[in-house]
């Protein structure tokens, strides 16, 4: 049985690969500071004797006792409102918080996956991208924040790797929406559903042109296993290739909630992507993965998960 650590499991993402891992037989250490995720996300997986949640900042220190096999480093605020407003923190999770679960990685002998992000490339100039592309970022830039933290936190995976020979493996993680998405934090989809669910204007950035690909959650965490299955060090794109505009999502949304919500045109927030779509050739070829819950498909579940929760509506 094998042993795996989940920064940042309490969060959206991290919630998911805590219930995939101890669906596998796995025991699964969650490590959370509750920033931006919440203990009630994992209370479901508190029965299972093979989970553990710990309250803890890895910006701090990592401290696990036991053997560790697997290090999944998912801790860093993920949303534009939530890095804005936590700037420092989020520069600190991906800076120093990933060096501790590095080291953590380092003393245990563990395969080690960083959750880096697709805003690696920035507003890119390649399109779709591939990981080739080294990205058109803005370091001084609102976004810069998240964006550089993960840009260092690729660069120090990799200097560990060479340095220390840690098996580490780096995932770029395009748009993933599902379950457990937090209404509030800003992002298109979970924003668009509670806007349509209480029937007020579904606000779109711009005029809606700009474009983005979203992987539904099922899918990311299959890439995510995957990836830590195998040998390779990556980065490796996981997201779904399908691109629509943010105009067409929200019209979209609207219409699976059954909604008579208008759409309304906001201002664009600075340093908003035009583009956003991943090559995921290398996840296919290399890992034999690729996406396969349709969009509508996991737009339904995702509507379905807000009207279970209306206090989160
Ligand atoms: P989330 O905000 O739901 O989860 C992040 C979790 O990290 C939260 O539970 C938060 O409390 C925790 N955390 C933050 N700082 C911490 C610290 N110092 N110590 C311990 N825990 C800390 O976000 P998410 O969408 O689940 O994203 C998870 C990871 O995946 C992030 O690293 C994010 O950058 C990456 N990612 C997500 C997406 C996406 O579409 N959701 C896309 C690209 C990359």
């Known amino acids: ?8 499991g309490a969060g959206f ?10 669906a596998r ?4 250490l969650c490590l959370d500071n509750f920033l931006t995720g919440t203990p009630e996300n994992v209370a479901h997986l508190a029965p299972n004797p093979g989970f553990r949640l710990v309250r803890s900042d890895v910006t701090d220190y990592v401290h696990v006792g036991g053997p560790v096999d697997v290090v999944l480093h998912f801790a860093s605020p993920a949303s534009p409102i939530d890095y804005l407003n936590l700037p420092i ?6 800076s120093i918080g990933t060096l501790h679960a590095l080291g953590l990685a380092r003393d245990k002998g563990a395969r080690f996956v960083l959750a880096s992000t697709s805003e690696v490339y920035g507003d890119p100039r390649v399109h779709p991208q591939p990981e080739s592309y080294w990205g058109h970022v803005n370091p001084v830039g609102p976004r810069g924040v998240y964006d550089e933290a993960k840009r260092f936190a690729e660069a120090v995976a990799l200097a560990y790797r060479n340095t220390h020979g840690v098996d580490t493996a780096i995932a770029r993680i395009f748009n993933t929406f599902g379950p457990r998405m937090r209404p509030n934090d800003g992002r298109a989809i979970p924003t668009f559903i509670r806007q349509a669910l209480r029937g007020e204007p579904v606000t779109v950035a711009g005029d809606g042109s700009q474009t983005r690909s979203v992987c539904f959650v099922d899918d990311l965490v299959g890439g995510v296993l995957a990836l830590a ?6 980065p490796v794109n996981l997201g779904n290739p399908h691109e629509l505009s943010v105009l067409d999502l929200a019209r979209w949304i609207v219409e699976l909630c059954g909604s008579t919500s208008e759409v309304v045109f906001v201002e664009r927030p600075v340093d908003d992507p035009t583009v956003r779509r991943p090559d ?3 996840a296919h070829e290399r890992l034999g993965w690729s996406p396969s819950v349709g969009i509508e498909d996991g737009l339904r579940r995702t509507i379905g998960w807000f009207r279970s929760h209306p206090e989160l509506v």
């Open 1 to 8: 049985m094998s042993r795996v650590v989940v920064t940042g």
């Open 229 to 234: 299955d195998s040998g390779e060090a990556g």
């Open 89 to 94: 923190e989020t520069l600190k999770v991906g």
């Open 280 to 282: 995921t050739t290398l």
């Open 13 to 22: 993402l991290g919630s998911h690969l805590c219930e995939a891992y101890l």
């Open 25 to 28: 037989g796995a025991e699964v």
